[in-house]
């Protein structure tokens, strides 16, 4: 069988992309393909448009730039931070001078540290923001659209795993197969993706009662790929924001794990620094300080971004705050 020949000035070969199993395609099933394609370039520049007055924003670019030095620190940082298991440095030296931050009670200069600290708590941050999203979308969505006892079951999944106590449950973890980073970001993952997945449910539901995807049922095309093509899509939005803020509170409970001794004991994250610095509040108030700053300024920047990126895609909800 010859292939279709592409006809980019009519238009016709980005309609054959849309066309249903089964034979050519009617004059409405083209029309419907027609409707289908620009309803996308519209949302496709709609989507432009948000983006560009969203990191037009004051609040975004500060907020957007603290965050980026964080992540340029703590990545690139360490390279040029010295040797941080070196313990030729006298004990417990206030920041300043050849020490920026100090030294700790070892004698290790405490720069080297804070940096690595980060490169641990902002990987446990994305990881499980992107493992619950991933969740969150598969399960959410078809629950969603298909409804009835795939709903109910994925609902009752939901709920098993959101009720899970995310602390409790990395104790007993640490106890059975010991602390490490991966362990933490499962945990982390299997007892936070729940509340992504209502979002997208509620997304998918409003969505699949839309005309267009109506229109699509109509012209023949199959559950899965309006699934995918057309309601995942379009739900995504407010995903986004849930998973911007799934970043902080990711941080947040790892930097608690961390603080009480679950954790990595090969690297040390902000948290586990926080841990150390118990014990030296008064002789070295810097150790608890700079992990500490670090956790808030990150936490407070990924927690901006996402509130922005919320008034963008809802402007009817800025309009009432």
Known sequence: ?????????????????????GGAMSSADLAAASARQQRRLKAARKRESVWRGYLRKPSVIVFLTLLAIMVLISFIGPMFAGNPISTSHPTLVPPGGEYPLGTDQLGRDYLPWVLRGGQVSLLVGVAVAILCMTIGVVIGGLAGFYGKFADTFLVKVA??????????????????????????????????????ARIVRAEAMRISQLGYVESARAAGFSSLRILWSDVIPNAMPPVIVATTMTVGRAILIESALAFLGIGDANRPSWGALLNSAQSYMQSGWWLALFPGLCIFITVLSVNMLGDALNDSLNPSRSKVK
């Open 159 to 196: 709920e098993f795993f959101q009720v899970l106590p995310g602390i409790v449950l990395a104790l007993v973890a640490a106890a059975l197969w010991g602390a490490n980073i991966w362990l933490i970001v499962a945990i982390l993952s299997i007892t936070m993706w729940p509340a992504v």
């Open 1 to 21: 069988m010859t292939p279709a020949p592409k006809n980019t000035d009519s238009g016709e070969a980005v309609m054959t992309q849309d066309r249903p199993a």
